[in-house]
């Protein structure tokens, strides 16, 4: 099993910059990807971005050029951080990760609300 714990969520105003964390704790040598996701009110999650063992990454197009994902030494750590911020990207934002390339764990979320 794994545990995910995000943070870094917070207000900011339109143009600014957030930074999420997540951290991975438990069998984390059996991850295979550690990717963000989002869900607005009355939308469905959605993919923000990937990144694979290897550390090749996926974004989604709303957000490529202005969101970057990376993961720390240890591969338990995953970060996104976030630029340009537009009021279109408040949400709530997971951290999932891909045990044994089969099993889904997620994070409980952390709130990124961007003001215009």
């Known amino acids: 099993q794994v545990q995910l714990v995000e943070s870094g969520g917070g207000s900011v105003q339109a143009g600014g910059s957030l930074s999420l964390s997540c951290a991975a704790s438990?069998?984390?040598?059996?991850?295979?990807?550690m990717s963000w996701y989002r869900q607005a009110p009355g939308k469905q999650r959605e993919l923000v971005a990937d990144?694979?063992?290897?550390?090749?990454?996926t974004y989604a197009d709303s957000v490529k050029g202005r969101f970057t994902i990376s993961r720390g030494n240890a591969k338990s750590k995953v970060y996104l951080q976030l630029n340009s911020l537009k009021p279109e990207d408040t949400a709530v934002y997971y951290c999932?990760?891909?045990?044994?390339?089969?099993?889904?764990?997620w994070g409980q979320g952390t709130q990124v609300t961007v003001s215009s």
């Open positions: 999932k990760a891909v045990l044994w390339a089969k099993y889904n764990y």
């Open positions: 438990g069998s984390i040598v059996g991850i295979n990807s």
């Open positions: 990144i694979d063992s290897d550390d090749t990454t």
